[in-house]
């Protein structure tokens, strides 16, 4: 049965909402520019038990003009707290790259990985990534994944 995959501010969404998806694999997103959204590049899936995936995303060759979430993975989302608090995402994320991306942001934290505890993302890449707060230096919250060439700010990624 095909999955219904909906493609929001350059992202993935949705994933999860019900327990027999399949998944969401090789998608590519590139030569994007987002100016003043909510979110840039975004994974999200509902915190809530699923046996889907989403695997091998490739997000590449973006301009951010003041977003407030250029990057970020959301595997968290329970919308007013209705069906799924305290719940974790089942769906599996692995196999992100994430190459070029450039811009400014309108919140301290531009890359936001908040991955399932029960099923932690993997296999997550950062390359050429400058992004911006402001006058000041960006933040990043991630623990996962590989950051190669130039990654501005810093990652905890090795």
Not at 91 to 97: G, L, R, W
Not at 98 to 113: A, E, H, K, M
Request: charged fraction near 20%; proline fraction near 6%; glycine fraction near 14%.
């Amino acid at each position: 049965m095909p999955m219904h995959v909906v493609l929001v501010s350059g992202g993935i969404g949705s994933l999860g909402k019900e327990y027999d998806e399949k998944g969401v694999e090789n998608v590519t997103v590139k030569s994007t520019v987002f100016t003043g959204t909510e979110n840039g590049l975004r994974i999200k899936t509902w915190g809530r038990p699923s046996g889907g995936f989403a695997k091998g995303v490739v997000f590449e060759h973006a301009l951010m003009q003041n977003v407030r979430n250029p990057i970020i993975i959301d595997q968290n989302y329970c919308p007013e707290e209705r069906g799924c608090p305290d719940q974790n995402s089942g769906i599996k994320i692995s196999q992100m790259t994430y190459g070029d991306i450039q811009g400014s942001s309108t919140s301290l934290v531009v890359v936001n990985f908040d991955c399932s505890a029960i099923n932690p993302c993997s296999g997550l890449g950062l390359q050429d990534i400058k992004l911006t707060y402001g006058n000041g230096p960006a933040e990043s919250s991630c623990d996962d994944g590989t950051a190669f060439g130039l990654v501005e700010p810093p990652s905890r990624l090795v």
